[in-house]
């Protein structure tokens, strides 16, 4: 399994920007794809973004369409989640996570389609 840290969560006023960072410990992150979902107090962790294992394809949730992006640096193994015109319901505890299979030409939406997941990072966005 790929360990995954995030980082870059907080506290911010609506309509602000964050940038979520997911650090992965293994080499061989390069060649998987990769994926951002949320959990609200009380709901389900829900999809958010992924992106395959080398950029090439990415897909996102309709509620963030064109406010969000994803995007990875595998020189870094790491991925990021560009936030922007953030909304009270944007509120959640905000995971990666990551699926090893090797160089799949698809992203994938589901949670159970993922082996590594990563700690969670809190987003707070105030009205």
């Known amino acids: 399994q790929v360990q995954l840290v995030e980082s870059g969560g907080g506290l911010v006023q609506a309509g602000a920007s964050l940038r979520l960072s997911c650090a992965a410990s293994?080499?061989?992150?390069?060649?998987?794809?990769m994926g951002w979902f949320r959990q609200a107090p009380g709901k389900d962790r829900e999809f958010v973004a992924a992106?395959?294992?080398?950029?090439?394809?990415?897909g996102y949730a309709d509620s963030v369409k064109g406010r969000f992006t994803i995007s990875r640096d595998n020189a870094k193994n790491t991925v990021y989640l560009q936030m922007s015109s953030l909304k009270p319901e944007d509120t959640a505890v905000y995971y990666c996570?990551?699926?090893?299979?090797?160089?799949?030409?698809?992203?994938?939406?589901?949670?159970?389609?993922?082996?590594?997941w990563g700690q969670g990072t809190q987003v707070t966005v105030s009205s």
């Open positions: 996570a990551c699926k090893s299979t090797y160089r799949s030409r698809s992203y994938y939406t589901t949670v159970t389609a993922y082996d590594s």
């Open positions: 992106i395959t294992w080398n950029g090439g394809s990415t």
């Open positions: 293994a080499r061989a992150f390069s060649n998987y794809g």
